[in-house]
């Protein structure tokens, strides 16, 4: 597989070879690491809806063989020469990213997600040492630059801390950016991965929190995650007084109409899309025009900023609610997670791959 000088090592995977194949195991290469190298043994993978769309080639721009994965938690194994901030035996975290071009305005503003030379993705990206793409977390191990390795607090749950290095930074990042806080009214429309998490840290940075959801059984959920209101957004009654919210966080993954959401953001106010379903989100003018409202998006977060939200959350003692499941339950869980029926991540021990 590996077509360039750099030596590599065969690692256990589990992954797809075509977007309509279900996941299977795959043998992938690992690079050996460079003097600015960590090298992380997996204990857990979060699943994210990302992996899904990726999976199936949702976005169109999937290489196969995919091997999905972004919310890891490992062991530090090996560390490069030159590694400063890290040694063997530390607890860890990768997410979304593995690299960037660490050089341009945005990366030097901490802002890699938006590096103008096209940040390097855990998974589904051109890996810059190898002539393949990248691979993701559904695998026993993984080498990474020591500058997108997260420390992860020791209070924290390894397990129940994964998520966090998706659903957690590409939440967290969006409510500090909207300055979400004390005496703010905010929303977040559906209750998945990124959904439970916006809403523990939004009640934890101390904001109003009306949480939207199409499904009547996770009412009760969301009042213990933290929302103080929950609006059943399949009751026409129950959306037609708009709560006039200053910020709103859209983390929905399927079609769904965007203007009954705007209509619940007050004058001046915002509703920014996390949730990336395939198909585009047609908007009316007139649910943005009268209330001079603002319709933004927003991606994870940076290094700098998900090491903030990690000690956040062991300040404040967050995790996700996790189900763990094996790998070899991979695809179930794919359909599970289309239901809606997650409560609220899964979460890969990887053990089972290891032992497979
Ligand atoms: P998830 O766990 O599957 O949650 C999605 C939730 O959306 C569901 O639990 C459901 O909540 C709601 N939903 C589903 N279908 C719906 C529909 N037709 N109408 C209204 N609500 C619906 O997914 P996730 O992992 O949280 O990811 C959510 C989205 O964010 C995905 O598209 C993912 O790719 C994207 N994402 C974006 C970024 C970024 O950087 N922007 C990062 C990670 C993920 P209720 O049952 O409460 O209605
Ligand atoms: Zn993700």
């Known amino acids: 597989m590996n077509m360039s000088e750099t030596l590599t090592t065969a690692a256990k995977a589990f992954g797809t070879r075509e977007a309509s194949a279900p996941l299977q195991p795959l043998t992938i290469e690992r690079r050996t690491p460079t003097p600015r190298d960590v090298e992380i043994d997996i204990l857990y993978c979060g699943v994210c809806h990302s992996d ?67 940040n390097i993705q855990t998974y589904n990206s051109p890996d810059k040492h190898l002539s393949i793409q990248t691979f993701g977390g559904y695998s026993e191990r993984v080498v990474v630059d020591e500058n997108f390795v997260l420390r992860i607090p020791e209070n924290l749950d390894p397990a129940a801390a994964a998520p966090l290095l998706c659903a957690g930074i590409t939440t967290y990042s969006p409510l500090r950016h909207w300055k979400v806080g004390p005496g703010k009214k905010i929303g977040v429309v559906g209750i998945g991965g990124l959904g439970h998490m916006a809403i523990k840290l939004a009640h934890a940075m101390g904001a109003h929190v009306t949480v939207f959801t199409t499904s009547e059984r996770k009412k009760a959920d969301a009042l213990r995650l933290g929302a103080d209101e929950v609006v059943l957004s399949t009751d026409i009654e129950q959306m037609k007084l708009s709560r ?4 709103v966080l859209d983390a929905v993954s399927a079609d769904h109409d965007i203007n009954a959401y705007l209509h619940h953001v007050k004058t001046d106010g915002t509703l920014a ?64 997670m289309l239901k809606g029926d997650v409560k609220y991540r899964f979460v890969i021990d990887m053990m089972s791959l290891k032992d497979a």
């Open 52 to 118: 899904l769309h990726t999976a199936r080639n949702e976005w169109h721009g999937t290489v196969y063989p995919c091997v999905p994965g972004h919310e890891i938690i490992g062991r530090v194994i090996s560390v490069g020469a030159h590694v400063d901030k890290f040694k063997v035996g530390d607890m860890v975290g990768v997410g979304c990213m593995v690299d960037s071009c660490q050089d341009c305005e945005h990366c030097k503003q901490g802002l890699e997600q938006y590096c103008e030379a096209g």
């Open 244 to 247: 006039k919210l200053d910020f």
């Open 273 to 336: 899309l996390v949730g990336a379903p395939e198909k585009p989100l047609p908007v009316a003018a007139f649910s943005l025009i009268p209330g001079r409202k603002n319709f933004a998006g927003s991606m994870i977060g940076g290094i700098a900023e998900t090491q903030e939200m990690l000690d956040f959350c062991g300040e404040h003692q967050i995790t996700s609610d996790v189900e763990i499941i094996n790998i070899q339950e991979i695809n179930q869980a794919y359909e599970r």
